[in-house]
């Protein structure tokens, strides 16, 4: 039963860190910035997103050792440490006030968010139903 939790919170981080990439990537597509502006962004969202996945991943092994953690709080542990490599690296929240289409910065944020309520949402319907059944 731990390692059906274990795993599937692991392949979970993993899902958000290959959906938090392949959003943003699809976001910058339609802001028809050029490449020049915004080139090395999805990289940039690949390392954090890579970073964020393996701290969180060493952070919940840790944890869950000693203490059975929720979905909802291994979730947060996820986010939250995605916002410190974020801060780490240089992030600027003075950009977040413009609220254009093309203010990449906000949506470096929005879309983590999104992400979480609806990755959320599934573990509350799907997940923790299925974790129970095994």
Avoid: Q
């Amino acid at each position: 039963m731990k390692f059906y939790r274990t795993a599937t919170t692991i392949i979970i981080y993993l899902l958000i860190a290959v959906l938090n990439i392949l959003i943003f990537g699809e976001y910058l597509k339609t802001t028809k910035l050029s490449g020049g502006e915004v080139g090395m962004m999805p990289i940039a969202i690949m390392i954090t997103s890579g970073i964020a996945f393996l701290l969180s991943t060493i952070t919940f092994l840790i944890i869950n050792t000693k203490k059975k953690i929720s979905f909802t709080s291994s979730l947060f542990i996820y986010h939250i440490i995605y916002l410190g490599v974020l801060i780490s690296s240089g992030f600027d929240f003075k950009n977040l006030v413009n609220l254009k289409y093309t203010n990449f910065d906000l949506f470096i944020i929005l879309i983590p968010l999104s992400i979480w309520a609806i990755v959320s949402l599934v573990c509350a319907l799907w997940v923790s139903k299925w974790l129970e059944n095994n």
